[in-house]
């Protein structure tokens, strides 16, 4: 893995966790429970590529990983009355996390000789899956289903991935494909972009 992917893979995984951290707290969640959310918030969708992959968990070996969640921990802890108040920088830090989760997601599928579908599934999975594991540990409709244009950049960038996957070797590409996806959730997050659904009236 580059260097640079290495920190933003850090990063994402810091604001991951530290929005885990700060939706248990508003479910008035135990120390445990808090740091749980956000593990599974920062390394869910980690967890079950590695596992779907058969390969050993990262996080096993590289401490960094758990640091940084450990520290985000703290930090939501610390910050949460005034959480609101940074959510828009958090939401930025937080794009970059869930662009550099799914381009790591589709690297390894392509490094393990996987098709097209699957460089798709794994960069989804890689970065979504966390927040869908959190919301249903608290019972939650996970809100991937319902809210925000959240996992299609993560879809997008599988597609652009495994159709140019033969460029992916050149830096130039990998930041092509880096910028374009974030760009994409940033369009998303300012104005307010939601996927369409039919809307029906509650059954009365």
Not at 82 to 105: E, S
């Amino acid at each position: 893995m580059r260097p640079e992917i290495y920190f933003l893979d850090l990063l994402g995984t810091f604001t991951f966790a530290a929005y885990g951290a700060y939706v248990a707290q508003k479910k008035q969640f135990d120390i445990f429970g808090i740091f749980t959310c956000a593990f599974l918030t920062a390394l869910g969708g980690g967890t079950i590529r590695e596992l779907i992959l058969g390969n050993m968990l990262f996080y096993f070996s590289d401490y960094n990983y758990l640091y940084a969640i450990i520290l985000a921990t703290i930090f939501s802890i610390f910050i949460y009355k005034k959480f609101n108040k940074i959510h828009r920088y958090m939401l930025v830090v937080d794009a970059v996390g869930l662009t550099t989760f799914a381009l790591i997601g589709a690297t390894k599928a392509a490094q393990a000789d996987l098709g097209a579908f699957a460089i798709i599934f794994l960069a989804t999975v890689t970065a979504v899956a966390g927040g869908l594991l959190r919301d249903i540990s608290i019972r939650e409709v996970p809100q991937i289903l319902y809210r925000d244009f959240y996992a299609s950049p993560a879809i997008f960038l599988g597609v652009m991935y495994s159709i140019f996957s033969s460029y992916m070797e050149k830096s130039l590409c990998v930041y092509a494909l880096i910028t374009c996806t974030f760009l994409l959730r940033l369009l998303a997050i300012h104005f307010k972009i939601d996927l369409w659904g039919p809307r029906r009236k509650n059954a009365q």
